[in-house]
């Protein structure tokens, strides 16, 4: 009796439990298509959201991003997006919030736009740096005198 049981119970076990926790795991081997990942500032609330074509992870850290179109909030809980910068390319680091790439970066903005190629963008700092074929486009008249 207690044999029979046990074999029953073994048997629901691999049938029945068991391909819900094969299924539940991730595989880091396995890109990400047409994904949407946010990124959390030390305030606990959303200061950016990765959304691509492709994401492969190359290690828990790293991952290599094909259309790359990153959204910076406005921050304090505010989910407006203030700036996005697209790349075809790019190298993300989502735990530590930092990206680069070497291909052309076009940053959008309110009222302006860059443009560059090798680029560092650091998100706990909230800064970027473009060190190629640098442009900047101001859409509004700036006014000196």
């Known amino acids: 009796m207690h044999r029979k049981f046990f074999h029953l119970f073994a048997k629901a076990l691999v049938s029945g439990v ?7 795991q991730i595989s880091l081997d396995a890109p ?6 946010p990124g959390f500032g030390e305030d ?5 959201v990765l959304k691509g074509k492709e994401l492969q992870y190359l290690n828990e850290k790293s991952a290599v991003v094909k259309n790359m179109n990153l959204q910076l909030l406005a921050g304090n809980g505010n989910r407006k997006v203030e700036t996005d910068f697209f790349s075809p390319a790019a190298m993300f680091h989502l735990k530590e919030s930092r990206a680069q790439g070497k291909e052309l970066l076009k940053i959008q903005g309110k ?4 443009t560059g190629k090798e680029w560092q963008w650091d998100g706990k700092n909230r800064t970027v740096k473009i060190y190629k074929k640098v442009k ?10």
Not at 44 to 48: D, I, K, L, T, V
């Open 44 to 48: 606990g609330f959303p200061a950016w």
């Open 111 to 114: 009222h302006f736009q860059i």
């Open 32 to 37: 990400l298509q047409d994904f949407t990942i």
């Open 136 to 145: 900047v486009t101001f859409d509004e008249k700036l006014q000196i005198f």
């Open 18 to 24: 068991l391909p819900i926790y094969v299924a539940a």
